[in-house]
């Protein structure tokens, strides 16, 4: 067993090209950055040398916002429940972010986009959920411990949303996701707004399964908007936090004893609709509920199985 | 071991429609032979739930909005119909590979002129202006090793001036005939473009 110190960051913001101008203009506004590495540099494909091509502009715009804000990579692109391979030359490029930006964790997706086409592959652009099943924990964790043993900080997944839901499955979301860190050691980025909308679509009840989830391991909150469509409510970042999303960090804050942070996701396009004013309203109401729940300066702790 | 199989089959039925709708149709029939009855099971009660309507819908739109963010001068010359329709025939043609776009975007040029040449197409400008954005991408695309990417020339039968300059604002202009060429290079990082006219 290792123990990591997780810093207590306070309020992020999840960065998008759009938001640069509040990005340097209210700075004062967000504690740290939380950037998708995966759209600061272009990945031409598996067997190409060098395969990925870094975005020098975006890099060097995040290193002057990198002056006294954390800046936390949440990657989109390990795809690390894929079953016929495990996408590791990423790992490479999380390793240059780390020599970079020494940030505190580190993050992805608890799901797959790419899969096996015939002798290639498809990248579905969605993260397709994975079946809470023992194979799929047994597929996932030799993966996290060799993300774990390449980057010494904690490595978190983030719950998934979903629309459809598969039968048979031997787990519940949340025996699946504590078995997961049981067993791998890894971190939770506990999506709010994503658990919001699977009750929604599906009829759970989400401050169950906040009571449910060992929240001892969730190191970091993400929160954001979303919209209706079709029947379903859609995961957009479109806009400010429903209320019931508000009232998910009110209960979830003072019961998530190791948290570093809690991050606000707004998609770029919604940017101008939801205006300046509107997301330092969002960060504003934020910090208040962090400050009121989790006033402790003392780093958190971290057990991750080495 | 058919999780592979499992999880191909899964992401088909978000990505390819006509394979969705063969295994709605067709049953089992469609679906690999090596899975397990579980998976079978799943994949088949996954086909008909409307939530994979929904995670299709969030897929396209990814994959569709960051392709016309490429090539936004061929999208304004298209009425709303045909743009679906080309764009779904040339998606049935080629899966989705990537999550960077600037590929399917050329290849998505490439097939729209060869349409245009095979007599299936005709969209006015259209040549001259999928031909345009292509040279213009080659010139952005990513060339780790540092060299400069190729001199770019493109010709066109209508001044380029004011068609361009319309199409910037999603117009589309009645422009004068003119035949000319465009000759592109990336200078310091920009686009740099030089018009030469007969």
Not at chain 1, 239 to 268: H, I, K, M, Q
């Amino acid at each position: 067993m290792r123990e990591t110190a997780i810093p207590r960051l306070g309020v992020g913001l999840a960065y998008q090209p759009a938001l640069r101008p509040f990005i340097e203009q209210k700075r004062d506004s967000f504690d740290y950055l939380e950037v998708v590495p995966d759209i600061l540099w272009t990945d031409l494909g598996a067997g190409r040398t060098p395969r990925y091509v870094d975005d020098e502009e975006g890099l060097s715009f995040l290193r002057r916002m990198a002056a006294g804000r954390p800046i936390i990579p949440h990657g989109i692109g390990l795809s690390i429940g894929t079953a016929h391979r495990f996408n590791r030359d990423q790992l490479g490029q999380i390793e240059k972010w780390f020599s970079w930006f020494d940030f505190p964790w580190h993050s992805d997706h608890l799901a797959y986009n790419l899969a096996e086409h015939g002798a290639d592959e498809i990248n579905a652009g969605v993260t397709i959920p994975l079946p809470r099943d023992r194979e799929t924990l047994e597929c996932l964790a030799p993966r996290v411990a060799e993300v774990q043993s390449r980057l010494a900080v904690p490595f978190l997944l983030e719950n998934n949303v979903y629309f459809f839901d598969m039968p048979g499955q031997e787990m519940t979301d949340a025996e699946f996701l504590n078995a997961l860190c049981e067993e791998t050691g890894c971190g939770l980025l506990l999506d709010l707004h994503n658990i919001y909308c699977n009750s929604r679509n599906h009829g759970a009840d989400p401050f169950r399964l906040l009571d449910e989830i060992d929240l001892s391991r969730v190191v970091e909150l993400h929160v954001a908007g979303g919209m209706e469509h079709e029947g379903f409510y859609l995961d957009a970042h479109s806009g400010p936090l429903p209320e019931e999303v508000w009232a998910l960090l009110d209960y979830a804050l003072p019961r998530c004893p190791n948290l570093g942070g809690v991050t606000f996701e707004l998609l770029g396009s919604w940017y101008e609709t939801v205006g300046s004013e509107g997301l330092e309203t969002e960060l504003r109401g934020l910090r208040a509920l962090w400050n009121r729940h989790q006033p402790a300066p003392a780093p958190a702790r971290m057990e991750a199985v080495a | 071991m058919s999780a592979p199989a499992f999880q191909s089959a899964l992401a088909r039925l978000i990505v390819d429609p006509d394979f969705r709708d063969g295994v709605r149709e067709r049953r089992g029939e469609a679906l690999a032979a090596d899975l397990t009855p579980l998976e079978r099971e799943r994949l088949l009660a996954v086909s008909v739930d409307p939530g994979l309507d929904v995670t299709r819908t969030l897929h396209k739109g990814f994959r569709l909005g960051k392709l016309l963010a490429y090539l936004p001068l061929t999208r304004a010359l298209f009425d709303r119909d045909t743009l679906a329709r080309e764009i779904g025939e040339f998606w049935r043609r080629r899966p989705p590979v990537s999550f960077y776009f600037l590929e399917e975007a050329l290849a998505f040029c490439e097939y729209l002129l060869e349409r245009i040449e095979e007599g299936e197409l005709e969209v006015r400008y259209l040549e001259e202006i999928a031909a345009y954005e292509r040279a213009a991408l080659e010139l952005q695309r990513s060339r780790p090793d540092g060299s400069r990417p190729p001199l770019q020339v493109v010709e066109f039968r209508h001044d380029p001036l004011p068609l361009l300059a319309a199409l910037a604002h999603g117009e589309i202009p009645a422009a004068p005939e003119r035949r000319c060429w465009l000759f592109g290079a990336l200078e310091d990082g920009r686009l740099e473009w030089r018009l030469a006219a007969e």
